[in-house]
């Protein structure tokens, strides 16, 4: 599988590569067309219709000579070409005359092909023992299981049967499978004359059929392993492609006329599901299955005709299973997903993926078929949706962005129905009509109307079948009835004596388990039993609805109607057996839950009780008449098997004291199966060599007699000597005693005897019967411990790995009929009583359902054993016809019981519909419970009442202790009784709470999260929210903005991803000269003292003389030349500082970049500039816009009216406050004016105006504020909406307790008033007593002082009310006022942000046209930008090539300078009148040839000419060159007497530094000349990409042009008022306003007050000029003097040389010649060797010791093994002299030589040859090690014996 991370841009280059690979294999497409048409033509016929000669063994050797074929493991998914297959060799010519044609008319025998019984040999079974009657089901899971051969015939596989059902008379064809193994698929040829039947089985055939004579045409052979997964025949029809399943999944293209393979190869590592061929072209095929899909070509190579397949691949898209895909037109292919989708694949990558609207997926589920017809795309899904799509609008979707998502609508769509899975679908052949057929994975098979018109019809079911597995099947003991289930929760009654379904009735629940009611209990057979998989047990009943009073408005009449009768539950999980006892008055239903439930029938199905079995109980089966008393045998799983008597049937009268229906005093027999299949392989494998044994014997024997025979007394001698030669084999070990530790399942049984029965298992044990028998009963014993053994067993013929599923038998006992795990039948025939299968050898074998996946589960026979039923795993239902002598007549047909009387009227019990529903075990006990709750609840209502009235006591002695006067009042903790019970009832309330709150964490978290997010959904993303204030007197109000946190586009700003790097001048501007500088500065390496290699290993050991010896002389010379390094440091930074004041002088045409940068900016500013609607507009770089930079203005808009809006709020917000002091301040002026009124006569009250009061609206944050009354008065709202939904339901409104079970309402009310209680007992902690009215006195008559009093302070009382009033008045107004004015601002700000808004649109509507554009303005972008890279690199390679150059320059004149300084450092060695100074200066310039060490003398004399060529020599080579010819007249190796031999030894060294410079300077130039070269090729190279980068550039700016012009095509709105038009025509405002510039009045201004300032600039600028010209003369003036200054002190330094040395030198060749570096670097390398030498010798000095050692440690090896040999040489005489004895006697005792003697000689002969060579060898061995270095042969060893 290829990873779902792919990258963007390796899928970009996956797809070219693709596309390239495409376009190399369509010129062979035509190639390969030709050559698959020319296998269908017949070269020559040389057979004709009437010959026999042509056979299928022929055909089939034929086909293995000519086919050869590779496969290919494609386990790795790759997307590159998999060139897996080459075609049949072509055969040689004579091959070719002798192959044959298949003639047209032939056809295979049918009858000879098709599979027959299997019967025993030497039996009279006749093969026709079973007939196909019926088919009731059909596999609807199975892939492409629905063909139509004509408008009227389908076609599907039933197991090993092929069905043809005539739609108009239901009529149902078979053909049998040929394998006898199963059919794999099917298919039609596009003729509908031919249809084609792929088997499964070992090398299964696809056999090609006639229709409609159903003869064999054609049968291909070899196509794969085990099965065929899906075949597909070409558009055409002469080609056919097969691929098969696992484990091969080959790929194979045939010419089934011929009945040849084409091409084959592996298809894929994983499941396939389907192949087809592009119905547009032949050589494209196209694979599909598990997580992949495929696209193969054909293609003819140079070698052959190629199968090339390329694995799709999905990159960002989630893999996913392929069912359904459709190839167009141009080999393009849409599939389906698994998530409802569908992809668009090109070139072997998903293009798009196609959805609804909103992202929805086209189908809720898998896509399972896409087909096209009449130009439009149907699709059909698991969610039973077909819709039709635009096949246009598919064909050309294209990405937009990087989800690659499309959106579309589907033009039609139909819903075939609720409960429906569709799978496949197939067009009906109807001209005129569109209808269609489909397969439904839910069991049925449809006829669709896709005309979509007025007329169409709706959906027709035409079949339905079970869908899933057949659980169970009943069969009527009266009639020809059939009951059947399945886990697609119906019940079906089949009438299968007439092949007719006749009702059903669905349930929620899948059905597990039947039984037909027996006689004895319903005389008319008229009721069924069935057991669900939510442990209910449900019993149905039957009717004929015909013989019912018919209602009005009735529907249509059926022949059969089924009811529920009655439902009960008494298990847990799902139901797996039912059965009624012999006597009809007990119904036993077990379960997987380990129980076993017993029914008392008559009284309805009253529940006796239950038992527990140790495992999951599988059958139920009860003994037979025949048996003396009635038991129950029970088989569970996991090996035991039980048999219980019949359940005692209590009274009437229940005994309250039982809680439980569990039975607990039974006598249960266990048997617990151990395995015995080891020790039966054990005492056959015994049993079978006795017989080997015996029969060699009987061999033995015979030969014994027949020598003795033909020898006489010799023959018995020959005989033994025969039987000492024969080797004894040993024996193999028996088969070792094997249990499975995990018992094998026990699949079904039956009664033989009273206490005995017959198992089958599968797993290790299957393969055979095994009799059991029931140990006696023990109390006592341990069933866990219990192991019990069969004591008989039946072998069953090659059932080693197909076990018995199920057993029924024949009324009569004679037939005995199993269902195989494989889907077959078996039929044994007993004799008459036979309980212990002793005749059970001869039997009758049949495969009827699917082999893979279709065991019988059910078998059974009708009631006269007439008819025999099957039901397997594969939904299919057969019907068989038992073969009897009897005649049958012709037309049987099943009665239908009547219906019981009163039916019509009765009412339909309740069903259980609900999984969670108690049981009857669980029910009883929960009646229990609730009945002990009961209990409890009335005795904690008696103690709350006795609480209740104890209370009110205590109340009224506190109230009575309140009115006591506060000396006698007791304290409240007085009337404690013991302060410990207050501490403990605190504590349990402390720890109840502590409980209730860890019991409603869980869903406290729960309501917390959703809570959280809803608050993250709606409330979080708020950041203010609606709030409007009103106004007190007015009707004015002011709303604030519902602010939302800011969008994306003002989060962050983008980066724009259109910004073009930076152009090359200002790269230019940028670096300068200092790149160059740079480079130098990096390319100087200063020489560090080399320091010695061999101080870092020795730092931490003891160091030797000569090691000290070495490093004193390396500090040394290290000294010396530190001391010259630092002169040459000091030399560097002199000149270092002198290029650099050098590089600070400008050049003569210097220019200032400040000039140059307002040059520049000038040139950008200054011009005629055209406006952006002009077509000839170029855009400026820096104003160029793309879709980051929109989304950045955006942002920008968004920030700033988002700042606005908040600003606007916080007002508002400060206007609340206000409003809110406001109304505070109000509230303690009214209540000072009620203080004041209180004192004031009425007469004199003003009207007290109103306190203002806060809106909700203004405070909605309140909304989300809540305290504990809010909630109880939120759950009293809730308990009393519920009441009112559920008036009648008794348990409504009940609470569920932690234990589960449900407390009534009337508790819950209860704690909720006791909280009350405690709230307001908690606020009311303090209790308040009355008291009496204070004394009563008389009234007096006030005095004239009080009068006067009382006046003035009326009189300060009514000034204080007006004032008060006055006050309250000036706050409303003030405040409306506020109100007011901010509500104008409001106003201001709102047109303000409409126009942001506008302007918002603009942005949005130009950001989405700039995304349009962004993809080809990125690839324009990107190649300026890669040109330009290009460019530059170019540019800095350039550059670096010059500084190299220059650098090259530089070196050659240091050398130059070198060899200048070595020549005067030797003139200044000489001396004044040297006579031999002539001699050593030839000497010095001798040109002497030398060998380099890595070139060749071929290349230094080249070097020499191109040195003597060279033009830039200095005047010392050209004189080198002329003394060059008298270097034959001296010898240079000898001095000459009385010269200085230091003189000489210093010319001879000066020599060879000389030849070292020589040699520099001329690799030197070799480079120059390289990198001039290479600098003219990197010019041209420039050029060429500088044109390149020009066109597109210009490619660039018309595509920005086009973009431009595409934004001026906006409609831009823009409100302006009347005085802001200036543009007038005679006075009056245009109609036409397109000519018109808007320009905004800041812009206008800005522009009318440039040209004052461009005025004032060129004056500024004049002055500026005529002050530079004045400072340049000045400039020129001190240059001149600084000139003569420089020349007198180089004068003056000249001079002073003079003095000193005689004449001018240069002083820094003077300062290298004080250290000879070369001389001291060769002395430490002499002293560093001499001491490595030395180690060296003595390591080899310690190896020579070393072997001498070995040397004598083998040489006493060596004699110790001289010692063996001597002993050898002794033991050998001893036994020369003891076999001379022997043969003396032997000699004596018998006359003649014998045989065995002779034989015995030779042996010791050879034996004594053979020692005596092993004794030579070793004497040599022993020769050879005693010389020094001889080599040791490998001893001789004797041959084998």
Known sequence: MEPDGGETDEGKSDQSKSEKAASSRSASRSAARDHVKSTDDPTFETLTEGEESYSDEDIYDEDLEESSYTFQDDSERTAESLNVETPVPPVDQEEEKAMTKIPDSFFYNHDELASRPFVSQDTDIPLNLLTLVHSFGYDCRKRANLQLLDSSTLMYIGGNQLILVDLRTKKQTYLRSCSGEGIGVIGVHPSKTYFVVAEKGSSPNIIIYEYPSLRPYRILRDGCDLGYASVDFNASGNLLASVGSSPDHTLTIWNWKEEKPILRTKAFSQEVFKVTFNPDDDEQLTTSGAGHIKFWEMALTFTGLKLQGYLGRFGKTATTDIEGYMELPDGKVLSGSEWGNMLLWEAGLIKVELCRLARKS????????????????ITIGSDGYIRIWDFETIDTADAIDDTALIE????NELQVGKHVKLFSMIKMDDPGNNFWLAQDLCGAIWKLDLSFSNITQDPECLFSFHSGPIQAVAISPLTYLMATTSLDCTVRIYDFASKTPLTQIKFKQGGTALTWVPQMVNYTGAQVVAGFEDGVVRILELYDPKDLTIFAGRKKILDAEIQLKQAFKPHTTRVTALAYDRDGEILATASKDRTVFFFEVEKDYKPVGYITAPGPVCQLTWSPTSHPRSTLLIFCENGYVLEVPVPTIRENVEDPDIVSYEIKDMNIKYFHFISIKSKILRFIEIEKRKKIKELEEEEREKRRKQLIEELGEEGEKVFQEEQVQKEVEEEKPLPEIFIPPIPSHILCGFYSQPGKFWLSLGG??????????????????????????PFEFRFLEDAEDNPIQSITFSLNKVMMFC?????????YILDRNDTSLSSMNEFWHLSVHDNDYGRVRNIATSFDDRFLVTAGGDSNIFVFNIFSELELEEELKAKVPFPRFGIETELIPPDIEDPRAYSIENARKKREHDKLMKEVLEIKTQKREKLKVLRNDFLELLKMNEELPKHMQLKRTD??????????????????????????????????????????????????????????????????????????YSRSKQ?????????????????????????????????????????KGKKFRPKTLSEIMVENQIEKTRKVMLKAERAQQKILQRKKEWEELLKSKPDDDFEDPRDLQAIKEAQVHMGDFNLKTSPDYKIPEHMRINAAKKEEELGILDTLAHRKKLHMNKCILSLRGLKVAVIEEIQCLVQELKNIQSTLHVSKHIPIPQVPQIHPEEVPEKRFQYDEETLLTFKRQQMKTQEEKNPHTGLAGSIVTPGGFKVPPGKDMDLIARRETLARMSKASTFSIDLGKGSEFEPTEPTDMEIEIAKRDEVKHVYMQQYLLNRINELIVTFDAELRILRHQKLKLDTQIKLSDLHHVTLFQEMLLLKNFEKQENILQERVNSLDKEEHDMQCKINDTLAEMEEIKNEVAKLQDQERALYTSFQLSLGENNKFANFLMKVLKKKIKRVKKKEVEGEGDEDEDSEASSEEESSLESDEDDSGSDDDVFDDSICPTNCNPNLFELALTLREKRLDIEEALVEEKKLIDNLKKEYDTLSKKV???????????????????????????????????????????????????SGTLVFSNRSLGLLQERILQLHHENVQQQKLNRECRERRKLLIREKREMAKTIHKMEETVSQLMIRKFGRVIDLEALQTLSVNTTLEELKIKKLRKELSNAKEMKMWEEKIAQLRWELMMKTKEHTKKLHQMNDLCIEKQKLDSRLNMLQNQQGNAFQGPRKADLVAKEKVTELIQVQAERILA??????????????????IHPPDE
């Open 408 to 411: 579309l609508e589907p033009i």
């Open 1055 to 1095: 980066i724009s991803q259109m910004d073009r790097k930076t152009s090359k001048m200002d790269r230019l501007e940028k670096e300068g000269v200092g790149k160059k500088d740079s480079q130098r500065d990096t390319g100087i390496v200063l020489n560090i003292p080399e320091e010695s290699i061999l101080e």
């Open 362 to 377: 086209c189908h809720s589920g898998s896509i399972n078929h896409i087909v096209l017809d009449e130009g439009e795309v």
């Open 764 to 789: 290790y044990d299957a393969g055979m019967l095994y009799h059991c028998e029931f140990p006696t009963y023990n109390q006592n014993r341990d069933i866990k411990e219990q192991r019990d053994e």
């Open 1583 to 1633: 050029k060429l990409v500088a044109n390149n980068l020009r066109a597109a550039e210009e490619a660039l700016e018309a595509y920005q042009r086009e973009k431009q012009q595409r934004l001026n095509e906006l409609l831009v709105v823009f409100p302006l008022k009347l005085h802001q038009i200036e543009y007038m025509l005679f006075g009056e405002i245009p109609n036409d306003l």
């Open 975 to 1048: 009337f404690d009784v013991d302060s410990k019970i207050r501490a403990e009832i605190n504590r349990k309330t402390a720890f109840k709470i502590q409980q209730a709150e860890k019991e409603m964490a869980w869903e406290k978290e729960k309501c917390y999260l959703g809570l959280k997010k809803l608050q993250i959904r709606f409330r979080d993303s708020l950041e203010n929210d609606a709030i409007v204030v009103h106004a007190i007197q007015s009707s004015h109000k002011i709303a604030s903005y519902r602010l939302v946190k800011p969008s994306k």
């Open 1818 to 1835: 070793l004497k040599e061995e022993i020769t050879i090690l005693r010389k020094k270095g001889g080599l040791v042969l490998p001893p």
């Open 819 to 827: 269902g195989m795990e494989n889907g077959a039948i078996r039929i």
